[in-house]
Nanobody, 115 residues
Framework: VQLVESGGGLVQAGGSLKLSCKASESIFSVYIMDWYRQTPGNQRELVARESTFGGSTSAADSVKGRFTISRDWANKTMFLQMDSLKPEDTAVYYC?????????WGRGTQVTVSS
């Protein structure tokens, strides 16, 4: 299974971006799907999570009310809608899938928010 992110870029503070994560196989029903982000010198931080079957979602306190995770089952794509972006949201964003001990990561997409 491969995950490919897209949609990153440069945006001004207060703006919006929508990230996409395309899976090579239909895994949403059996994998927990997440978005993480990482800045240089820091560990990856969980941004938002959606359980299998999209039953529940959760988000880091720093992005609650601004970021929304969702998925398109038919197109095997997960999204992260990011609104009201802040300079501190600047990071590489990674798509992640987890099932038991198995972890799958995308290569990441850079998001840069200018002040």
């Amino acid at each position: 299974v491969q995950l490919v992110e897209s949609g990153g870029g440069l945006v001004q503070a207060g703006g919006s971006l929508k990230l996409s994560c395309k899976a090579s196989e239909s895994i949403f029903s059996v994998y927990i799907m997440d978005w993480y982000r990482q800045t240089p010198g820091n560990q990856r931080e969980l941004v938002a999570r959606e359980s299998t079957f999209g039953g529940s979602t959760s988000a880091a306190d720093s992005v609650k009310g601004r970021f929304t995770i969702s998925r398109d089952w038919a197109n095997k794509t997960m999204f992260l809608q990011m609104d009201s972006l802040k300079p501190e949201d600047t990071a590489v964003y990674y798509c992640h899938a987890k099932r038991g001990w198995r972890n799958i990561w995308g290569r990441g997409t850079q998001v840069t928010v200018s002040s």
